[in-house]
């Protein structure tokens, strides 16, 4: 049984369509202590998944009509170092090397023991970084520019030119995770579980509220805003260069 600290349950997600693997795996998790999400596409799994929120990927190269290895590589190009696993019938030693090559921390080919798998978790799950607090400032140097502002991860910094813009913690949560997913449109759900490390309440809308104050910062109309855009029907998406609004 796969342990994690303070007993908390392990969150599994399953980014795999194979219906026989959907059904060992839920016998396998049912009632231990792990809980297990399935995604059935893409689409669920971009719905289901954010950093800090699953805590191992389960990821089949051909789940979503063979779009397994480019999510594993969008997922790490957007620095998401959530613990992967690729479980695939293919297993050759071309397909391993695909895979790991993709960023996945792992590769088990089916069929697979379920002990062989909670022991691959394990393992990565050992590897795991430690992760950064929302708040928390950048370990490493990491300046992002856009428009005529400066973003200082590591000093927690937000400049105008030469002049501080002056940032309350949640608000430069909220800017850190919008800052770091440029171009990708965020739930609610996943800016909550970035900027906060846990899901906001159904009439929670201080998430809403630390949007609308970063627009009065950084944008010229804020009932227009360049940077941090509306997608209808989703959440918001961070756009650097100011271009023109994503539908």
Known sequence: MVQQAEHQRLRVLLADDDPS???????????????LVMAMD??????????????????????????????????????????????SRR?????RIVGLEAGADDYLA??????????????VLRRKPQVEQPGAPSRAA?????GPFEFNLQRRELRKGPLPVPLTTGEYAMLKALARHPGQPLTREQLAHLARGRAFGPYDRSLDVQVSRLRRM??????????????WGVGYVFVPDGGDTIA
């Open 110 to 123: 089916k069929p697979f023991h379920p002990r062989e798998l909670r022991a691959r978790m394990q393992a």
């Open 42 to 87: 893409a689409a669920a799994l971009h719905k289901l998944h954010a950093p800090g929120r699953t805590d191992v990927l389960l990821l089949d190269p051909a789940f979503s009509g063979g779009e397994g290895l480019e999510e594993c590589r969008r997922l790490r190009a957007a620095d998401d170092q959530t613990p992967l696993i690729m479980i």
């Open 91 to 95: 297993a050759t030693e071309v397909d």
């Open 142 to 146: 990491e300046v992002i520019h856009f």
């Open 218 to 231: 950084l944008e010229e109309d804020p009932a227009h805003p360049r940077f941090i855009q509306t997608v």
């Open 21 to 35: 693997t959907q059904a060992a795996l839920r016998q396998e998790f049912d009632g231990q202590d792990e809980e």
